[in-house]
């Protein structure tokens, strides 16, 4: 018997294995405090962590400079929609818009899709901008903003990392077969978390 449907299904294993037991981490404004608190954000919901991974995925898949210009993009960009949720500006949308980035980045990876690097970068920047307002708008009043941001900001790198570090097997026949399994595992879970913001 052939190792290699094993091999294969094994990034997509890993990616199973990072996803907690809670659905999604949905706007609760007051619930957040601390560095710890900030860190456990981006992986207490699974609907932040299939998105999150999916960069490093979709980043590996495309090769330099993708593969470090798109983890470094999300959350750069993520900081921004953190200040705008931490100082309560509003952002309509912003449930669906992370529910449609598991959506989107899955399909991106599930295809193998090659836009432009800027379009690419344009793309996962949108949908940082998103969760990171869902991770800001959380933070107590009083609360030491920027612990909890370096928390949320670092949890997101290392999400991205792994991401990454799952995507290299890209360079190998069978990987890019389990790239896509992958892909399409987080598309399914995008698709579920855009089928519960609109119900």
Same mark, same amino acid.
Request: proline share 13%; charged share 5%; no cysteine.
């Given at each position: 018997m052939s190792r290699k449907p094993i091999i294969a299904a094994l990034p997509v294993l890993a990616l199973a294995a990072?996803? =907690?037991g809670e659905?999604?981490?949905h706007i609760v404004r007051g619930e957040a405090v601390g560095f710890a608190s900030g860190f456990m954000h981006p992986i207490s919901g699974l609907?932040?962590?299939i998105a999150m991974v999916a960069v490093g995925l979709w980043g590996a898949q495309l090769g330099r400079p993708a593969i470090w210009l798109l983890p470094v993009t999300f959350p750069l960009v993520m900081a921004v929609g953190g200040f705008l949720g931490l100082i309560g500006l509003p952002l309509p949308g912003a449930e669906l818009a992370i529910a449609l980035s598991g959506?989107?980045?899955g399909a991106a990876?599930?295809?193998e899709a090659r836009? =432009?690097?800027a379009v690419a970068g344009v793309v996962v920047g949108l949908f940082g901008l998103f969760h990171g307002y869902a991770h800001g708008a959380e933070l107590s009043p009083g609360q030491n903003a920027l612990l909890y941001s370096l928390g949320f900001v670092l949890a997101t790198?290392?999400?991205?990392?792994t991401g990454i570090a799952i995507g290299l097997v890209h360079r190998w026949g069978w990987g890019r077969y389990a790239l896509r399994g992958a892909g399409a595992a987080v598309m399914a879970g995008g698709a579920y978390f855009l089928w519960a913001a609109l119900a």
């Open positions: 990072l996803l =907690p659905a999604s981490a609907d932040h962590v959506l989107t980045l990876v599930l295809t836009p =432009p690097l790198g290392l999400l991205h990392a």
